[in-house]
Nanobody, 122 residues
Framework: VQLQASGGGLVQTGGSLRLSCAASGRDFSDYAMGWSRQAPGKERELVGVIKRRGGSIYYADSVKGRFTISRDNAKNMVYLQTDSLKPEDTAVYYC????????????????WGQGTQVTVSS
């Protein structure tokens, strides 16, 4: 599976961005998908994970109520809608894929995409 993230950019506090991750290579619907982020000088942290059919979603406490993960299995896409952005959301955002939901939650997925930079100005 190859993952290509896009949609990052510079936004003011309180703004929104929609990140996208395009997957190719194998049956997309066999994979749980997730987003993680890494800020400068900090460890990578989980943002959220969505199951294969989208029926169950996990979010980190830091983004609950502000970020929404969704997926379109027909288009091999997963999305991260980020609303009410804060400067502390500034990071490189990565998408991930694994056939096992738990592996994405603990950030040991089989596949990582390249990152997309999100910068939130105060």
């Amino acid at each position: 599976v190859q993952l290509q993230a896009s949609g990052g950019g510079l936004v003011q506090t309180g703004g929104s961005l929609r990140l996208s991750c395009a997957a190719s290579g194998r049956d997309f619907s066999d994979y749980a998908m997730g987003w993680s982020r890494q800020a400068p000088g900090k460890e990578r942290e989980l943002v959220g994970v969505i199951k294969r059919r989208g029926g169950s979603i996990y979010y980190a406490d830091s983004v609950k109520g502000r970020f929404t993960i969704s997926r379109d299995n027909a288009k091999n896409m997963v999305y991260l809608q980020t609303d009410s952005l804060k400067p502390e959301d500034t990071a490189v955002y990565y998408c991930a894929a694994d056939q096992v939901f738990h592996n994405v939650v603990v950030m040991t997925p089989e596949y990582w995409g390249q990152g997309t930079q999100v910068t939130v100005s105060s």
